[in-house]
């Protein structure tokens, strides 16, 4: 399995963009403080990098991976 990120909603969509407001959703976010992990992928950092102003971003170790 690969890295995971923590990725939590730091700031509101209003006021931005639509296509801001719909990649937040697609990222499974939806409110600010809300988190999700997902999978360090090349498609899910395209989305993040869109709305970096937006979030909060961290690596978590998975199970069995070493600090």
Not at 31 to 55: A, C, F, W, Y
Request: proline share 3%; glycine share 14%.
């Amino acid at each position: 399995m690969g890295k995971r990120l923590k990725v939590t909603q730091v700031a509101s969509t209003i006021a931005r963009p639509a296509r801001q407001g719909e990649t937040i959703r697609g990222l499974g976010l939806g409110g600010i403080g809300k988190s999700r992990i997902l999978e360090d992928t090349p498609e899910v950092r395209g989305m993040i990098n869109k709305v970096q102003h937006l979030l909060t971003v961290e690596e978590v170790a998975t199970a069995g991976e070493d600090k």
